[in-house]
């Protein structure tokens, strides 16, 4: 008679501990999944970039197109240029300048990175002002099923911005 009851006894045991554990489960997944939704639904805003400007007096926007031109130049970057707008371009960096942009990024695919600074010219009433911003281009390359990608990222540290103030500076503007 007592292995009957050990055999009957047993079932019922595992079955109430199975049911208790099976509880406990779904109590905890419900929980985690309400903390969830809980948190923050904000999208993160990107903060503008950090803009450096220059005002030009007596000179129209193509003379300071052409005086950018001449001083993105003369510190050996390759330019582009449209009527209001120069970009500079910059793919042969100093090794201490790789590491610090390759540190920034922090992309342990990303290669070939460049630095780039643009410079939009427009009037105001009797000057000219040109705002610069500086920013990495840098490319991943693609897996078996991918392309390659190009990315980029605001570049804001200290050694860009006054790359932008020298430039603006050596193409006779009064930076502000």
């Known amino acids: 008679m007592s292995v009957t009851n050990k055999m009957s006894l047993k079932p019922s045991i595992t079955r109430h501990g199975l049911v208790g554990d099976l509880a406990l489960a779904i109590t905890v997944t419900l929980s985690a999944a309400l903390l969830a939704g809980c948190g923050s639904s904000k999208e993160k805003t990107k903060p503008e970039p950090r803009v450096v400007s220059a005002t030009f007096e007596g000179q129209s926007v193509d003379q300071v197109r052409t005086a950018l031109m001449v001083a993105c130049t003369q510190e050996k970057w390759t330019i582009r240029s449209k009527t209001g707008e120069v970009s500079c371009h910059n793919s042969k960096l100093e090794s201490r300048r790789y590491d610090v942009i390759e540190r920034m990024v922090n992309d342990p695919v990303g290669q070939r990175y460049s630095e780039n600074i643009q410079f939009e010219i427009a009037e105001e009433g009797t000057t000219v002002r ?7 281009q840098y490319v991943v390359p693609g897996g078996f099923f991918t392309s390659a990608t190009i990315k980029t990222m605001d570049l804001e540290d200290d050694p860009a911005i006054e790359q932008i103030r020298k ?10």
């Open 130 to 136: 040109a705002n610069g911003r500086a920013w990495i």
């Open 167 to 176: 430039i603006l500076t050596n193409a006779k503007g009064k930076v502000n």
